[in-house]
């Protein structure tokens, strides 16, 4: 934390702290009021439930953030997951084969994340409203494909794989951890980390420094589509089925997760920890309302309303960090001009 030059702690920058961590102080309130309203919620249990519930939608908000970093978004990622679990499952039964399964729900969303891609990228298509289109259109194709029904009868090693668990972790929360760790290595330790940023800061200002923005922002939206296929198969190996409904409904709360990460729509900047932060915040109030019984109605009004509150935490942090480097820069004009006029009265 900054001193002034008093001594003391500086209040913008408090301000500017307690902004851009509000996620996490909402989470650790919320952990105390459900606390305190159920003493099963802290129980061991039910806080491996909470990860086991977030981690599919966790690893499907991390290239979500990516997206979004480089100025981008994608709305069809909920419906890409339920078509690699209809193919993916549909290729299994078909051949008997997991792997080929497996081979073709990923395959799947890679489809889908170039084709998604080279529109946005390629022919500059806007990104909302092309992947608000396959959104429906890749739930519709599911729906086709599996006559609108779930199909069973999956190898028995493919649906084991959802219950396997490491020392009484669910693989799933292993796959979460993993993603996470991956994520913010290559955000804060590569170089492509570096250009989805730089892409998302300025796209003009990366072309001009011999970027080659297309191919970063296409292989981000094929990273997606495979990040999707993973979810929509994981999804499938835990349920015993694929349902051509599975997933439906993320894309907005992947996009919860992220905003409320604080991840800003205009691209340029954020934290992986910070899409943790929303991670849990959503984890927890799903979970916590369930324990205490609320209605499932109530439940998913008050996701909506979180989307809302998300988009103006996004719209409150820009600001503040406006105000703070606004702020920060008139001050150092006035010591630069007291040192000028403290320079000229020297004889």
């Known amino acids: 934390m900054t001193l002034n030059s008093n001594g003391r702690f500086s209040g913008d ?46 690893l499907l908000a991390l290239p979500v953030a990516f997206l979004i ?15 690699a679990s209809v193919m993916g499952a549909g290729t299994m039964v078909a051949s008997g084969s997991m792997w080929l399964g497996i081979v073709a729900g990923l395959l799947v969303g890679a489809v889908i994340g170039l084709i998604n891609g080279v529109l946005v990228s390629v022919m500059g298509l806007n990104s909302f ?13 599911a729906q086709l494909l599996s006559n609108g029904r779930s199909i069973s009868g999956l190898p028995a090693e493919f649906t084991a794989m959802g219950s396997f668990s490491v020392f009484g972790v669910r693989v799933q929360i292993i796959i979460l951890v993993i993603g996470l760790v991956l994520a913010w290595w290559i955000l804060n330790h590569t170089t492509r980390g570096r250009e989805i940023l730089a892409v998302g800061g300025n796209m003009r200002a990366s072309q001009l420094m011999g970027l080659n923005v297309n191919s970063i922002r296409v292989t981000t939206y094929v990273a997606t589509g495979v990040v999707a296929g993973l979810v929509g198969l994981m999804l499938t190996a835990k349920l015993g089925a694929a349902s051509p409904v599975i997933g439906q409904g993320w894309e907005l709360q992947a996009l919860t997760v992220v905003l409320l990460g604080g991840i800003a729509f205009e691209g340029g900047a954020g934290r992986i920890r910070s899409v943790l932060y929303g991670l849990v915040f959503v984890g927890v109030l799903n979970n916590g309302l369930v324990i205490l019984g609320v209605s499932p109605y109530i439940q998913t009004i008050l996701v909506g309303l979180t989307l809302v509150v998300a988009v103006g935490l996004d719209r409150g942090i820009q600001l503040a960090v406006s105000r703070s480097i ?8 006035r010591r630069g001009d007291v040192r000028a006029t403290a320079a000229g009265n020297i004889p």
């Open 13 to 58: 920058r408090i301000r500017l702290l307690l902004v851009q961590n509000g996620v996490l102080f909402a989470v650790i309130a919320l952990v105390v009021f459900f606390a305190i309203a159920s003493p099963r919620f802290l129980g061991g249990s039910n806080l491996l439930t909470i990860l086991l519930q977030i981690s599919e939608l966790g």
């Open 129 to 141: 409203v092309v992947t608000l289109g396959f959104m429906s259109a890749w739930f519709g194709l």
């Open 69 to 83: 970093m480089q100025a981008n978004v994608d709305l069809s990622v909920g419906s890409a997951a339920a078509l």
């Open 326 to 333: 606004a702020q920060s820069a008139r001050r150092r004009q």
